[in-house]
């Protein structure tokens, strides 16, 4: 049994529901209502001390971080989302440190929301407007995939990855033009079933 603590909007969560379509993992998602603090909540914080969402049970057993699932799933033998061979799984691992690590943390809404209630020239889209391009173009620069995804032939957590981002690009008017590997990259994942279903927009509330 499988529990997923979701925010229709996180892209952390947005990355796990991705990845449990791929690996045909039937889930049950539980809503975290980051807006109104219900993930400061007692119950939230005895699950994900860190006050964040997502967080999976697995039978008796609680996970956070979306990396560390998502690698957790490729290890117990559910779907591999990293290449087996150790160089190429370094270079899957470094994409989607690229945005996990990079982008995400400095594009988070609460980072975003408190530098433009702490400045008059900062807004939340300014901020988003700077800090994703930054971001992708460095992705961009870093892809050496000759296939469909980010890596080859195999979707990898570097794709789970992509995707939530490129979602928040285009919520926040972003333009994707510069970066013609990444659109390419987003039009193969956004023809898979797994993709599609796991998009914010059939999450929510």
């Not at 049950?28 to 699950?47: C, F, H, M, Q």
């Not at 890596?151 to 939530?164: K, N, R, Y």
């Not at 926040?172 to 033009?177: A, P």
Request: aromatic content about 10%.
């Amino acid at each position: 049994m499988i529990t997923l603590y979701d925010y229709w909007r996180s892209s952390a969560a947005y990355r796990l529901r991705i990845a449990f379509g791929l690996a045909d993992l039937d889930y049950s998602a539980i809503s975290v209502d980051l807006l109104t603090g219900e993930n400061r909540s007692a119950k939230n914080l005895e699950r994900n001390p860190q006050g964040l969402v997502p967080s999976v049970t697995f039978n008796d057993e609680t996970l956070t971080q979306s990396l560390a699932i998502i690698e957790y799933l490729s290890d117990a033998g559910y779907h591999h989302f990293l290449p087996r061979a150790p160089l190429d799984k370094a270079h899957v691992r470094a994409l989607s440190y690229a945005i996990a690590m990079e982008i995400h943390p400095v594009c988070n809404l609460s980072v975003a929301k408190y530098a433009s209630e702490h400045s008059e020239e900062i807004t939340m889209q300014s901020w988003m407007q700077h800090f994703i391009p930054k971001g992708l173009a460095g992705f961009e620069g870093m892809l050496k995939s000759d296939g469909p995804y980010c890596f080859g032939d195999q979707v990898t957590m570097a794709d789970l990855c992509l995707i939530p981002q490129i979602y928040n690009a285009d919520r926040w008017g972003v333009d994707l033009t510069p970066f013609p590997k990444i659109r390419a990259i987003a039009t193969h994942l956004n023809k898979l079933d797994a993709v599609n279903a796991a998009h914010p927009d059939n999450f929510q509330p």
